[in-house]
């Protein structure tokens, strides 16, 4: 999808996408994952992530300061060659700050660690703007499906046949925030649950693997223009 120019506004919700130059991937190992996982956390502040990080190992606090956040994360998902983030605008100019912290933190990781010199992503990310509560919902679902793509390459656009197989998969898949919408408890405070609970609810008692479950290869017309 070509890069279109939108203007982020205080309050607004962004699907945000990156891949990897050349479609490389751009995570090889756990280790990986884990590391861009953290940087979700610790980046995701006005201070520099090595004041947040100083604090948060210090024996007395054993806890992250009083943050404050640049963006309210609603649900990502990482996958080898690329990232998938939906993200709410908390602070003016918070989105390009915190893609530009993350981007740029994971390339200097990557690029140390695994020897190699240049560019990591390709280009700009690409970004399309979310203006309902329903579509909202709706979106959390295609990102939350994504892993499929590694089991099921066809499944948004000729649905999934066997929903426990692919159920088990996504339950297995440590890389994506479908675990913390599943089981809130001791989960890492990457999401912001307040604005989650604000704007996203499902309706007629469906919970949220029913809602999964309920993707059909007609809604994959909904995200033709996202990325």
């Not at 994952?33 to 956390?41: A, D």
């Not at 300061?65 to 309210?72: F, N």
């Amino acid at each position: 999808m070509p890069y279109r120019k939108v203007f982020f506004s205080s309050g607004g919700f962004y699907h945000l996408y990156s891949r990897g130059v050349d479609k490389r991937e751009i995570f090889l190992h756990s280790r990986d994952y884990r590391r861009f996982q953290q940087s979700l956390l610790t980046l995701n502040d006005e201070r520099p992530a090595s004041v947040i990080r100083a604090a948060s190992q210090t024996p007395a606090l054993r806890k992250f300061p009083e943050r404050q956040p640049l963006v309210s994360i609603v649900c990502y998902c990482l996958m080898p060659n690329h990232f998938h983030l939906l993200l709410c605008e908390k602070r003016e100019g918070g989105i390009i700050k915190f893609l530009r912290k993350i981007c740029t933190a994971h390339a200097m990781y990557f690029n140390e660690r695994y020897e190699r010199t240049g560019v990591l992503f390709d280009g700009r990310y690409k970004v399309k703007e979310v203006q309902t509560d329903e579509y909202l919902l709706h979106l959390t679902r295609y990102i939350h499906l994504n892993p499929l793509n590694l089991l099921l390459p066809d499944w948004k656009e000729k649905g999934v046949a066997n929903w426990e197989k692919a159920e088990q998969f996504l339950k297995n898949y440590r890389w994506s925030s479908l675990p913390d919408y599943l089981q809130r408890e001791n989960c890492a405070p990457i999401l912001d649950w307040p604005v989650i609970e604000k704007h996203i609810s499902l309706t007629k008692g469906l919970s949220y693997l029913n809602f999964l479950r309920s993707w059909q290869a007609k809604d994959a017309l909904l995200f033709k223009t996202h990325p």
